[in-house]
């Protein structure tokens, strides 16, 4: 399952490199948004749960992943940006859904409340509108260590919170990504932290209104960074609203365990894939004037 891959130029501001799994079968195309410091390739499993039922895009935010070389990056970018590179993404893919992970959801509730006219439906998962306790813990000791640069510091902490379910092996390239990052990468995640810590529920809520395409809200019944319960605050805001929690799983979802994969490639698909219409049973006429279904 080789993707296309091409580097686009986004309204002559940003080069963007992108991944394009097609699926012949397939009828809809579906483009997923990565967490913060996250690349392509942390979206390897959620690729094979989409799959060939959908066409697949992914891609690097232009400081990140493959995009960094073809991009100078002087500035950290606001979500109102990344949201503006999702819809330029919307609209080059023909893409019917968007799904985001984590920190993306920010930039996804963005492009979506400016209403694109192609999406019919949209999947937001590990993200809440809300700073709880445990959150608001995790942001205030990211900012200490990525204002210090201290990759040490900053691979541990995620690993020993949000990452905390993940197995031993995901930890360990998780760590290795995290603590070779470029120093703009860091200062970009900063940025969304301090984004976040400012920001209020009111305002994230108030934005949510807007959208109006059924939205997945799916979180881990274990993560208590986003949890399941604050992400139903939506449900008074978001005018079609679905929520989903993965039994045992922390923020990392399908990446934690087998049954987490599974649990939440049938969310997925069930929410996503329209059920079938209920077949009629149609009659014909036989020389005994019996009938029989057909």
Same mark, same amino acid.
């Given at each position: 399952?080789?993707? $296309? ?27 997923? %948004? ?32 493959? =995009? ?56 937001? =998962?590990?993200? =809440? ?83 109006? %395409? ?9 993560? $208590? ?38 649990? =939440? ?30």
């Amino acid at each position: 399952m080789r993707p $296309e891959i091409a580097v686009l130029d986004i309204q002559g501001q940003f080069r963007v490199y992108t991944e394009f799994y097609r699926a012949d079968a397939a009828e809809k195309t579906i483009i997923l %948004v990565n967490g913060s410091l996250a690349t392509t390739a942390s979206f390897a499993q959620t690729v094979r749960n989409l799959h060939p039922q959908f066409n697949v895009v992914l891609y690097d935010q232009p400081y990140a992943g493959k =995009s960094k070389p073809h991009n100078i990056i002087d500035r950290p970018l606001t979500k109102e940006t990344e949201g503006q590179i999702l819809l330029e993404l919307i609209d080059h893919f023909n893409a019917e859904h968007i799904m985001s992970f984590s920190w993306g959801g920010a930039p996804t509730l963005v492009a979506l409340a400016h209403r694109p006219k192609r999406i019919e439906k949209a999947v937001i =998962s590990s993200f =809440s509108p809300v700073i709880n306790e445990p959150m608001r813990d995790y942001l205030q000791r990211g900012q200490q260590h990525l204002g210090a640069f201290d990759r040490y510091e900053v691979g541990t902490l995620i690993n020993s919170t949000i990452g905390k379910h993940l197995p031993s092996l995901f930890k360990r390239f998780n760590y290795r990504h995290v603590s070779s990052l470029d120093l703009h990468e860091y200062a970009q995640m900063h940025h969304h932290i301090n984004h976040v810590m400012e920001a209020t529920t009111h305002k994230q809520l108030k934005a949510a209104k807007r959208i109006n %395409v059924p939205v997945l809200f799916m979180n881990g019944e274990w993560d $208590e960074y986003t949890s399941a319960v604050d992400a139903r605050l939506f449900k008074n805001h978001v005018r079609d609203c679905h929520f989903s929690t993965i039994k045992n799983a922390g923020h990392f979802l399908d990446m934690e365990h087998k049954s987490a994969c599974l649990d =939440s490639r049938n969310a997925l698909l069930s929410f996503l894939t329209p059920a079938p219409e209920p077949s009629r049973n149609r009659y014909r006429q036989v020389h005994a004037n019996h009938a029989f279904a057909i």
